[in-house]
């Protein structure tokens, strides 16, 4: 069983470099990172041992980030490929 309560982020100091806290919001869109759904602990297979949260999106975040997407459609089908290939390196 999983201890949620007892993080173990600070065990892996690359995640900081990475941008990452002990808490983080799990959907992007608009440029910005958001989550208003629930939490979920992520989990190292490992040990079985909790690293960080995770706050999921809630139908809102859904129905926001799909209109961010709409709205950015039409730009993203006219860059070219090679344009593409960097900006989701």
């Known amino acids: 069983m999983v201890d949620s309560t007892t ?6 100091p690359f995640l900081k470099e990475l941008g990452l806290e002990e808490t983080n919001n799990g959907v ?3 440029g910005q990172w958001v989550g ?4 979920f602990t992520s989990v190292n297979p490992h040990n079985n041992k909790a690293i960080a949260k995770i706050k999921m ?5 859904y129905e926001n980030c799909i209109k961010a997407m709409e709205a950015a459609k039409d730009k993203w089908i006219h860059t070219p490929m090679p344009a593409r290939g960097e900006i989701v390196r």
């Open 7 to 12: 993080l173990t982020y600070n065990e892996y």
């Open 28 to 30: 992007y869109h608009s």
């Open 36 to 39: 208003n759904g629930p939490e």
């Open 57 to 61: 999106g809630s139908l809102d975040d």
